[in-house]
């Protein structure tokens, strides 16, 4: 199956910064990710599809894919309080669609 | 577009009892859809797979006789929690496959068992 792992955290940051979310995966057949987003008590809404090498950008988000090294990150610039939330990674590409999601990663955005 | 709903959006029923959730795609016709389970500060765990008109498939782990799965049109799955016990208890969430395997979320159901 195609997994990932990601830094629990949390990850905190000031109000402003940039917020750096990493993820690595060990199937090197992966070719594409997904980004979602997670508030507390709420389900998972999608932030991104990345499937090439280098960076996307969509506003304040950039994803960013290197398969040579295996990971792919997710920048968001400009961090505000309403992005504290859990950032769930997965590979594209499973069985019939399936998501294999790792554990996310926590960010808190500090005012 | 790509909107998925979920009915009912919180549940609590008595230990032994049955509890039908339903997953609805809104706008667009999933043939594909899946259930996740997840408990508080977990993450989440896919149940099963289901697919409209054929037998869900269930991950590893998984009861399917406690956990049935209807798929019968490409717009609704159904999820009945079979003679629910406390442990049972969580936020069940469903999503549908959209076009480029793109899974949309439902907003989930809180399930507590009393």
């Known amino acids: 199956q195609k997994e990932v792992e990601q830094n629990s955290g949390p990850l905190s940051v000031p109000e402003g910064a940039i917020a750096s979310l990493n993820c690595t995966y060990s199937?090197?057949?992966?070719?594409?990710f997904f980004w979602y987003r997670q508030y507390s008590g709420k389900s998972p809404e999608l932030i991104m599809f990345i499937y090439s090498n280098g960076d996307k950008e969509d506003g304040r988000f950039t994803a960013q894919l290197n398969k040579a090294s295996q990971y792919v990150s997710l920048l968001i610039r400009d961090s505000q309080p309403s992005d504290s939330a859990t950032y769930l990674c997965a590979p594209a590409g499973g069985q019939g669609g399936k998501l294999i999601f790792g554990q996310g990663t926590e960010l808190s955005v500090k005012p | 577009g790509a909107v998925v709903s979920q009915h009912p959006s919180r549940v609590i029923c008595k230990s032994g009892t049955s509890v039908k959730i339903e997953c609805r795609s809104l706008?667009?016709?999933?043939?594909?859809m899946f259930w996740y389970r997840q408990f508080p500060k977990k993450s989440l765990m896919l149940m099963a797979t289901?697919?409209?008109?054929?037998?869900?498939?269930?991950e590893q782990g998984v009861e399917k006789d406690k956990f049935l799965i209807n798929h019968a049109s490409l717009t609704l799955s159904t999820l009945t929690v079979t003679s629910a016990h406390p442990e049972d208890s969580s936020f069940y969430i469903c999503s549908a496959l959209g076009d480029t395997d793109t899974q949309y979320f439902g907003p989930g159901t809180r399930l507590t068992v009393l």
């Open positions: 706008d667009f016709q999933a043939t594909t």
């Open positions: 199937d090197r057949g992966s070719q594409s």
């Open positions: 289901s697919n409209e008109g054929s037998k869900a498939t269930y």
